[in-house]
């Protein structure tokens, strides 16, 4: 039957941050950081080789949700917000009768920056945006100040024997998990049934700090119950900065707690297919789980997720389930993208998609026709000036060599690093996985076909346009939850 003709598929669309995909179990990891997704790989296909489109969080979620390269929806390191909203697929959804819902955990991921276009509401840790904003200004000022008199890492220690006594309640303490589940499963219960959902899910829990719920702190962590507060600080501005160093043992426990992170967010992602398995809802449901980007933990000397576009930072898992479209249990080594989503979802529903000639996002419905990954990050001189407001000891010449913007361009055999300070890379991803002997400047025949291609390829963009001089929706109060994200 046509799909017009019939009741169109739910869509549940994950993205989990600063998930790198070779910490995962599901892609054979030691520890057993995911066994519910591992459970849900064999319903459906998992993609070995996915790539970002970028390596922070505000450029990548708006081209998960458009299809589109940086380049083209304009959400960059210049210009936090999304001018091209309506092409986002919540509003193309919209438009075809689908009910649509945002669960952030992210303010890049916001009202304020253009991401709310097309859903019909948008939540920010369990309640809507607006609702957030006035608590936050009806709470006593008085009582916030006395709240922020003991120390963080005072707090964690009294609030780590509350939850020795009560471990439901330490469950509750996350990155917006909890309340993001419990919004979701009472939204469910109150939806149409006439009129399928899109509903998307931008999960926190992974992001540094790295300090998850108090059992799954515990799961990984060789330290001492002492020693875990100590981790309650992660000081990446001052290392990038060359003012800071972390020792074999720091990072040891910082990869130990993302860890635990990670099998904490894949707990709850087992309770929420749960959740829609409980509705009946799950049968009917395109699922899809993946990330923005992944994390840093010393390769090449680079920690967190920023000025650079190496393998741990840009391959990403991305697993779907929905049999109707995708064989069970299923492995692909297909290059694909995490801009390849919106096109796939469109293909599968015979929804046509503006992009789907400019060298955007291609569908995988029936196997990936793409030879190669695009990832692209523009000069982070922004994000540098609102650390130099935090720090007296760093200056903006500390970071001149990260001023500059990059692209990647990824096949199967090799990859290119292109600079514009023209600091070039080229690996051998074959024989040299871990990027560890660039082969620039070797006489390798494949740079210069690479840089073709790569040219080639930017110069079929139209770059957007921006509509507003300056970033149109952060304001102060924005920035300073922004602070601990350590954006700002």
């Known amino acids: 039957m046509n799909m017009k003709n019939k009741q169109r598929p739910n869509i549940l669309l994950i993205s989990i941050d600063s998930l790198r995909a070779d910490h995962l179990s599901l892609y054979g990891y030691e520890k057993e ?97 607006g609702q957030a904003e006035n608590s936050v200004k009806t709470k006593n000022p008085i009582l916030r100040r006395l709240k922020d ?48 959902f899109f509903a998307y899910i931008h999960y926190q829990e992974p992001h540094s700090i790295y300090f998850p719920p108090y059992a799954y702190r515990r799961r990984f962590f060789s330290g001492s119950w ?110 694909v993208q995490t801009t390849d989503i919106v096109p796939t979802l469109l293909h599968g529903l015979e929804i046509e998609w503006d992009y789907s000639r400019d060298g955007q996002g291609q569908s995988f419905l029936h196997g990936s026709q793409r030879q190669a990954a695009l990832i692209e990050t523009l000069n982070p001189e922004p994000m540098i000036d609102r650390w130099l407001q ?18 990647s361009f990824r096949t199967a055999n090799g990859k290119l690093i292109s600079a514009s300070d023209g600091v070039h890379e080229f690996y051998d991803m074959k024989n040299d996985p871990a990027e560890s002997c660039t082969l620039y400047g070797s006489g390798d025949r494949r740079v210069d076909e690479y840089g073709h291609e790569l040219k080639k390829w930017l110069d079929s963009f139209a770059p957007h346009i921006r509509s507003h001089t300056t970033q149109p929706g952060f304001d102060k109060a924005t920035w300073e939850k922004m602070k601990a994200l350590g954006y700002a």
């Open 33 to 129: 950081t995911s066994p519910h997704l591992t459970d849900l790989s064999f319903d459906g296909v998992v993609f070995e080789n996915a790539f970002a489109a970028a390596n922070w969080t505000g450029a990548s979620l708006s081209s998960i949700l458009t299809g589109l390269y940086p380049t083209v929806h304009g959400y960059t390191n210049q210009h936090y917000y999304l001018d091209k909203g309506q092409d986002s697929i919540a509003a193309i959804l919209k438009n075809h009768g689908y009910s649509t819902i945002c669960f952030s955990n992210n303010m890049y991921l916001s009202d304020k920056t253009g991401l709310h276009v097309g859903f019909d509401d948008f939540l920010y840790r369990g309640v809507s945006i």
């Open 226 to 335: 002492l020693d875990e507060s100590a981790y309650l600080t992660f000081d990446h501005m001052r290392y990038f900065a060359g003012k800071a160093h972390f020792t074999e043992t720091q990072v040891r426990h910082y990869l130990e707690l993302y860890d635990g992170e990670i099998t904490y967010t894949d707990w709850r992602l087992g309770r929420l297919t749960q959740i829609l398995k409980n509705q009946r809802l799950f049968d009917n449901t395109v699922l899809i789980v993946t990330a923005d980007h992944g994390e840093m933990f010393g390769e090449h000397g680079f920690f967190w997720h920023a000025f650079c576009l190496y393998e741990p930072l840009i391959r990403v898992p991305l697993l779907l389930r929905y049999p109707p479209w995708f064989e069970r249990d299923t492995r692909s080594l297909d290059i």
């Open 149 to 196: 008199i003991p120390s963080q890492r005072t707090k964690t220690l009294w609030k780590n024997v509350a939850d020795a006594f009560d471990p439901a309640k330490a469950l509750t303490r996350d990155k917006g998990a909890y309340d993001t589940e419990r919004a979701f499963q009472q939204w469910l219960g109150g939806h149409d049934r006439q009129k399928p």
């Open 390 to 407: 935090r720090h007296d000891d760093i200056r903006k010449q500390d970071f001149a060599h990260y001023l500059r913007d990059m692209r």
